[in-house]
């Protein structure tokens, strides 16, 4: 498998983000001479194939909703841009709010959301319970619910957009690390494979939970950690209804959606410390499933079919940061979404391509998602991170 001696952008990350990115690049400038590379296997194989496949407007950022919402629409339009198909999903999501500090941050969440377009519904904890006989909520005040959020196929994603990259002329390579990056007089010049180099004036850093390290290869520290997540998907249970939520009790970063006929559920350890861990941990399934089966005592029934384990990219805000990167020039970044980065790649690589050839991105104001913000005061963190 031989490189191109040259390219016009070199993108380092063949997940979602990279290939939206060259979806869009390609897209927007017939012609243009890019090259994507993945150092696993298979596209999607990082952090991307392990997600969990949800996508959610309720976020409690301004810039994360108007993301959301974005996104949502290109995804919706999947079939006829990039022209393949998309599994996806309106089941909503309902969140469970125990804890009173919680329903007054949510209930100023629900006022922006509406400001903002999204139908969220307020519900109260009778309302919950009558929604989901199946499971013990007690101790739930209240809640919210959206009808416009819901899951989806993050391979379809990876796959469209892989083929739509190829039928525009775009370069795919699986199996290929970025291994040095190259830099001439404070600017991108080009990167270094085990394959061989590629003369470039513009990289890309898709690389997800592995973005630190890139940066490193030119000298930026960029605050992106990572962080082990882990499900687990249940064999069939018949009385779950086709029609039920993403269930998420708030508090525990405990959650449920359907998945075929059984159940997929995760719950969030806090204490994990940052690392590239992707086993399932057997000490965290069991106090994830202890407090799971609390929540849905139907679970106790069921058999375990697969378990995964994959990494967030974390940033301090739990915000992604795009865009170009100051001090290197040709060196741009779409990486650290926390957990968001399946739902948002659609619009994440539309927004870079912007950057990238029209001088800024201009479908939406990514000012609050640049690189600089982490090198004036502390910015506002996302509250609702699962």
Not at 290 to 302: D, F, I, K, S
Request: proline share 8%.
């Amino acid at each position: 498998m031989t490189l191109p001696a040259t390219a016009d952008v070199v993108i380092a990350g063949g997940g979602v983000m990279g290939l939206s990115t060259a979806y869009h690049l390609l897209k927007k400038q017939p012609g243009l001479r890019v090259v994507v590379l993945e150092k696993g296997p298979f596209f999607g194989c990082g952090s991307t194939s392990k997600a969990a496949g949800g996508f959610r407007h309720q976020f409690a950022t301004e810039i994360n909703i108007r993301l959301s919402l974005l996104s949502v629409a290109m995804m919706e339009r999947f079939a006829e841009d990039p022209g393949a198909p998309l599994a996806m999903r309106f089941c909503g999501y309902l969140f469970l709010l125990t804890r009173e500090e919680d329903v007054a941050v949510f209930r100023d969440q629900v006022a922006l959301q509406r400001r903002l377009g999204v139908p969220t519904e307020w519900l109260d904890g009778e309302e919950i319970r009558r929604r989901l006989p199946m499971m013990r909520l007690d101790d739930v005040i209240a809640g919210t619910f959206c009808p416009r959020d819901g899951l989806l196929s993050p391979m379809d994603l990876v796959n469209g957009y892989a083929a739509g990259i190829r039928r525009l002329g775009g370069i795919l390579r699986t199996d290929t690390p970025v291994t040095v990056v190259r830099l001439q007089g404070g600017r991108i010049a080009g990167v270094i494979t085990p394959l061989g180099e590629i003369a470039a004036p513009v990289l890309v850093n898709a690389a997800g939970a592995w973005a630190a390290q890139i940066g490193e290869m030119v000298g930026i520290s960029l605050p992106i950690r990572p962080y082990r997540r882990q499900y687990l998907i249940t064999t069939p249970i018949p009385e779950i209804p086709e029609d039920f939520p993403m269930v998420i009790d708030f508090a525990r970063s405990l959650y449920f959606h359907r998945e075929g006929e059984g159940i997929l559920t995760g719950m969030s350890n806090r204490d994990e410390p940052p690392g590239f861990r992707e086993q399932p941990d057997p000490e965290w399934e069991l106090i994830h499933m202890e407090a799971a089966v609390a929540r849905m005592p139907l679970l106790e029934r069921a058999g375990v079919r697969a378990r995964v384990a994959g990494l967030y990219e974390v940033t301090p805000d739990a915000h992604p940061i795009l865009g170009r990167i100051p001090g290197v020039e040709g060196f741009y970044v779409v990486a650290g979404f926390s957990g968001h980065g399946v739902m948002h790649g659609p619009i994440a690589g539309l927004l870079m391509a912007e950057e990238i050839l029209d001088g800024r991105a201009h479908t939406l104001d990514i000012a609050p998602l640049r690189y600089e913000r982490f090198l004036a005061s502390p910015p506002p963190a996302e509250y609702n991170v699962i």
